[in-house]
């Protein structure tokens, strides 16, 4: 068994390596003192006591810019850590990263990273000593550390970066979409003709348990191929994980990791279609207990939608562990406001630029209040997220 726990725990860790981290919501963003957007290089400094810097650049969809970076970081002395020196790169990553949360978890810990659009659905990128950038959807762009809250104390020194606008993306006005993504990066409301009321009738509401138990409520229609879906879920910052059906498997590493953080831990399998989950996915928010993170599971349906396969997902958002009424074992509690995850699946899969048209659609007898099948309660205004994604074959 100990060594079972031991296996489980270096593969959280591998993966939590590679793992993209968004940055703490509601950190300070000081603003640089730069120009506006002129297509001319500006200048701004990163210091290295500032997680996130505003540029004052606002991208326009397709715009391409060359980051280039230059200076020094000093972490002081910690305890038996000596001094530390680096650059844009940041420093090498030791076996104590896996369990530290930066913006970017597979980059050097103090690199100069980038992010565009809001803290809480912008995708953290590396930057480093240079990076030629072309920005997927309309946003404001501002550079980092990558680093946590909790880094060295004190840290000195700064980057210096030079942005130069090597081509110029779509105007707002080529479009609503991109007028109301400049705004705000979330596209306009329209409708997909092609998801008639018969079509989204034969959707199942709810996904149930291995005993037909229901349980959390389908509230995202995706249009896309697998390849566009897994796709477009990778860029927004999602990884793809296991389904596991050994809650000894949960209830072991929880004993082991305690407060740590994680992403990767296994879902349990629920069913629609007849069928347990054809993919899960889990997003981590900047926090510093195992218990929570946004997670999904996705199930391709055995329907299309103009030609394409339409994939039923059912999002929630784990807050903490709870019992589980059915057997009194250890299972994960949701936040019961469901629609507030829709939405952070719509804002982070929107900010990849891979989807062209959304939409909410409110079916015939809407579901806004149940328990899943764990005993846990949930409620939502009834209305399902419809993202239609890009074709490559257009």
Known sequence: METAKSNILINVALVAAVVCVPPTAGLQEPAAQ????????????VDASQQWVDTNLDLNPGEKVELTASGEITYPQEGKTQERKFGPEGLPRG????????PVGD???????GRLGPVDSGQPFLVGAGKEFVAPV???????INQSTKDAANPQGSFQVTIAVLEAGAASAAG????????????????????????LEKIPRRVTDQQGDPGDMVNVLIVGTEDQMVQAFTAAGWVKVDASVESTVLSGVLATLGKKDYLTLPMSKLYLFQRPQDYGFAHAEAVTVAMSRHHLRAWKSPYQVDGRPL???AATHDIGFD???????ITHRIDPAIDNEREFVNTTLSGTGLVTQRTHVTP?????????ATGGSFNSDGRILVLVLKNGTN
């Open 323 to 329: 019992r589980d009424q059915r057997n009194n074992k």
């Open 138 to 144: 309309a946003g404001r762009l501002f550079l980092g």
């Open 176 to 199: 609503a979409n991109a007028g109301a993504a400049a705004a705000g990066g979330v596209l306009v409301e329209t409708n997909v003709p092609s998801l008639t009321s018969d079509l």
């Open 107 to 113: 980059a050097g810990h103090g690199a100069l990273v």
């Open 34 to 45: 730069t120009a506006k957007n002129t297509g001319a290089s500006s200048r701004v400094t």
């Open 364 to 372: 015939a007898n809407p579901l806004k209040e149940a328990r899943t």
């Open 311 to 313: 994939w039923t997902i």
């Open 95 to 102: 076996f104590a990263d896996v369990i530290r949360q930066y």
